[in-house]
């Protein structure tokens, strides 16, 4: 017994670190870029609306890469002192995939990071602007390594067992393997929407306090455009990855659907309640048909069911239903709020600009067409995005279970042999430590957002910059 609460204790610690640590790369991933679009924004025009916007962003960039690289190294430990058994049977594939993120992506955004902070004035433009980009493709670099090592736990191929180790066959078979495109595209899209709402959320939030700035105007229409043009690409993407999951892992999207029985025509059930133990769904809300026309394209298409995967002796081979059927419906649901509010924000937006095409030149989005409920809806949704990466990534790695690297090793035989007290006592510590950071931390962007709008923000308007190197002459400390 005291194994079994080990071993619970264990996951849901790992499950809190790396659900605080992936709130940060979810945002840096993609603000790196969107910062990059400012800088050239800036010297492609010189207007100082985009370097204002590409100041008070980089600021929020710094502490969500700090906070990213700390909760990271955190987590690292976790194993060595909770996981031993993992580093013992893949670390020949594990290990290596972890060194190439160091040397590919970690160097190039701690070389680069400080002329990207601090470099304004002490630099030529065009080589703070070319920091700016290489620190943006090393956290995409950083994720591409992760990814690729979580997809092979998925769905790994290109190695062989020998005494009990796992050594590397094919490094392409390992790196390319069968779901980490979906995966990938899957985690940067999530990103980009992420930072999307964010900025969206955030310049709703100074509009609201009374900042009718052009670096408002700029970001609130950067961030709306952001969500409506990738919230379709998301869903599309979501399903080519739900066919990719159907085929190498059926027992989650069983478990993802609610699906008991094997059965022809599956219906989609919008909700109810799994009983594991009655093995069937309470006050069940279906679609007939819909789910084996989505995972199949075929209406009477076969989709297999959670009592399939039983063994013989009884043993459950499929991960635990519920948290897995919720947590695919959380997001789905944000995804679809996601769609909705974008979409109505740049109609919104589209229409008052088409109605003062003569007064708005040079605006795609008009923000004053926004409605005040709509400004005020976009400040909840700021942080959407963790909700739908986090629910996203519950739905993964609770649906990988009883496995932890698929059919190779479950998660019970790398869990270390501590006493669950232990592991009890850092749990709690964990988790007060990561409530005061992330509290303190969402508390920081609404002070940046507060003394923003106020105009009090430490930093002086006026700039200077060559035609040439677009440069500003103030140092972000001034």
């Not at 067992?161 to 985690?187: C, E, K, L, V």
């Not at 892992?249 to 909700?271: H, I, N, R, S, Y």
Request: hydrophobic residues 55%; negative net charge.
């Amino acid at each position: 017994m005291e194994t079994l609460d080990t071993l619970l204790l264990s996951r849901i610690q790992f499950a809190a670190n790396i659900s605080f640590h992936i709130l940060f790369p979810t945002i840096t991933i993609a603000l790196g870029w969107v910062l990059f679009f400012f800088r050239l924004r800036f010297a492609q025009t010189g207007d100082e609306k985009w370097m204002a916007a590409y100041r008070f962003w980089v600021k929020i960039f710094a502490l969500s890469f700090a906070m990213g690289v700390v909760s990271g190294i955190t987590m690292s430990f976790q194993f060595g002192t909770n996981w031993p058994g993992f580093m013992e049977t893949v670390g020949n594939i594990a290990g290596p995939l972890l060194a190439y993120e160091v040397l590919t992506a970690f160097f190039l955004e701690a070389v680069f990071i400080g002329i990207m902070l601090f470099g304004f004035s002490r630099v030529p433009g065009w080589l703070h602007m070319l920091a700016t980009g290489l620190v943006a493709f090393g956290t995409t670099m950083s994720a591409f390594w992760i990814i690729v090592l979580n997809s092979w736990m998925h769905t790994p191929q290109g190695f062989e067992m020998i005494d009990g180790q796992a050594f590397a066959t094919d490094w392409w078979a390992i790196i390319f393997n069968p779901s980490m495109p979906y995966r990938f595209a899957h985690m940067m899209l999530a990103s980009f929407l992420t930072v999307g709402f964010l900025i969206a959320g955030v310049s709703a939030f100074r509009w609201i306090l009374g900042d009718r700035s052009r670096e408002v105007r700029a970001m609130l229409k950067t961030g709306v455009a952001i969500g409506a043009l990738l919230i379709p690409v998301q869903i599309f993407m979501g399903d080519l990855h739900g066919l990719n999951t159907k085929e190498y892992q059926p027992a989650k999207v069983a478990a993802m659907e609610g699906l008991w029985d094997t059965q022809q025509g599956a219906p989609l059930v919008l909700f109810g309640i799994p009983d594991e133990e009655a093995r069937t769904n309470h006050m069940a809300v279906e679609i007939p048909g819909l789910a084996s026309f989505i995972l199949t394209h075929h209406w009477d298409g076969e989709l297999t069911g959670l009592n399939d995967f039983i063994a013989e002796d009884g043993t459950v081979l499929h991960p635990p239903v519920a948290p897995v059927f919720w947590s695919f419906r959380v997001m789905v649901g944000t995804g679809l709020a996601m769609l909705l509010l974008s979409w109505t924000a740049a109609w919104f937006m589209w229409r008052r600009r088409a109605l003062h095409e003569g007064r708005i030149a040079g605006h795609w989005f008009a923000v004053e067409g926004l409605p005040k409920p709509l400004l005020w809806a976009l400040v909840p949704m700021a942080f959407s995005g963790w909700v739908a990466t986090l629910a996203g990534w519950y739905t993964t790695e609770i649906g990988r279970q009883p496995w932890l690297v698929q059919g190779v090793m479950t998660t019970e035989m790398a869990v270390a042999d501590v006493p669950a007290p232990m592991v009890m006592g850092t749990l709690v510590t964990y988790l007060a430590i990561y409530a005061a950071l992330l509290f303190a931390y969402i508390g920081v962007i609404a002070y940046l957002a507060r003394k923003a709008a106020k105009g009090d923000d430490g930093q002086a308007d006026d700039m200077s910059h060559s035609g040439k190197a677009g440069v500003m002459a103030l140092s972000p400390a001034e």
